[in-house]
């Protein structure tokens, strides 16, 4: 089953969307044309407008859930991917900073944010077209907004968490093993400075849940570059 948290109600376990969200008028503007709707979205997720981002976020989990089955469609979209991941990442801190300090804007963007990174993180070639060093600052904001306490505090607070803790494991369980070992392990080694006091507890957490999968998945990791 698809777990997506796409519904403006629902955080996960709900049914796929079988048409695009469309923007306001004043949004669409923003989200000029280039060569189509997946290069439009992967570019206004950027936008300094959070409106727009958010828009371009629910763009992005509609065209890959339109492209399921079609092997072809999302091989085009594999070059994109990191990228994509890289622009995502970088708004997740700000767009939870923002619902946190703004508790009556509501926590729409957080939902989006997190949904867009899970259908990409769900689909295997996507996951594995992530970059290491991008992994590690997509498990970084992860961590941060895990440990959180704020995030509690907004309209469904604790769904966000669960979706946030969802999108840990399907992390772990599709990205490159090799690249996930080397994240971690630089995470403990290099710790970020502005990471809350729990963030090597849940580092360790998570490396002791890759090490129980090791013997089964001990082909799927290239020892010479977690070395």
């Excluded at 890289?86 to 989006?112: D, E």
């Excluded at 991008?134 to 904001?141: D, P």
């Excluded at 440990?147 to 907004?154: D, S």
């Excluded at 002791?208 to 998945?217: D, F, G, H, S």
């Amino acid at each position: 089953a698809q777990r997506t948290i796409v519904d403006e109600d629902v955080f996960y376990g709900a049914a796929a969307p079988t048409v695009a969200p469309t923007p306001s008028a004043a949004l669409s503007s923003k989200l000029k044309p280039t060569s189509n709707a997946w290069s439009r979205a992967i570019v206004a997720v950027s936008d300094v407008d959070d409106r727009v981002a958010v828009e371009a976020m629910k763009s992005v989990c509609h065209e890959i859930m339109s492209t399921q089955g079609q092997e072809s469609a999302r091989a085009s979209m594999v070059g994109d991917i990191n990228s994509l991941v890289i622009s995502l990442v970088k708004r997740v801190g700000p767009i939870f900073t923002s619902a946190i300090a703004n508790p009556s804007t509501g926590s729409r963007g957080c939902k989006y944010v997190l949904n867009a990174l899970m259908q990409i993180h769900q689909e295997r070639a996507f996951a594995t077209a992530i970059a290491e060093s991008t992994q590690r600052a997509f498990i970084t904001e992860l961590i941060v907004v895990l440990l959180n306490e704020g995030v509690l505090t907004l309209d469904e607070g604790d769904a966000l968490i669960k979706a946030a803790n969802l999108l840990m494991i399907t992390m772990l369980e599709n990205c490159t093993r090799s690249y996930t070992f080397v994240a971690f392990l630089t995470l403990l080694h290099q710790r970020p400075y502005t990471v809350p006091a729990q963030f090597d507890d849940l580092v360790v957490k998570c490396l002791i849940k890759l090490t129980r999968n090791l013997q089964i998945t001990l082909d799927n990791v290239h020892l010479p570059t977690v070395l």
